[in-house]
């Protein structure tokens, strides 16, 4: 059973920069692809970012691409963002998922197994 606990969220100006941890307890991530999605009131949680655990691929949202990234230690997943927009406002959530994943299907949340709580990040203008 992976536990994850997600910190770093905050309130920061537009064109600030946060930097989000998830730490997995109970297992490392050992498999697959790890996985930062956000919700924003009244709106799906959508994919931002993935890390695949063997090779380091990395997959972004287009939203992001270019201002955020992701990284990766054997138990910890890093989302660093960058000029952040008001638009960036969201609850972050990390996830682990734990089956075999392409570029496509790496955006899908339901395929996401385990979850953390979320961190919110807000962004003001």
């Known amino acids: 059973q992976v536990q994850l606990v997600e910190s770093g969220g905050g309130l920061v100006q537009a064109g600030g920069s946060l930097r989000l941890s998830c730490v997995a307890s109970?297992?490392?991530?050992?498999?697959?692809?790890v996985g930062w999605f956000r919700q924003a009131p009244g709106k799906e949680r959508e994919f931002v970012a993935a890390?695949?655990?063997?090779?380091?691929s990395t997959y972004y949202a287009d939203s992001v691409k270019g201002r955020f990234t992701i990284s990766r230690t054997r138990d910890t997943v890093y989302l660093q963002m960058n000029s952040l927009k008001p638009e960036d406002t969201a609850v972050y959530s990390c996830?682990?998922?734990?089956?075999?994943?392409?570029?496509?299907?790496?955006?899908?949340?339901?395929?996401?197994?385990?979850w953390g709580q979320g961190t919110q990040v807000t962004v003001s203008s």
């Open positions: 109970g297992r490392t991530f050992s498999t697959y692809v």
């Open positions: 890390v695949s655990t063997a090779g380091g």
């Open positions: 996830a682990h998922r734990t089956s075999p994943f392409n570029s496509m299907n790496v955006r899908t949340v339901r395929l996401y197994n385990y």
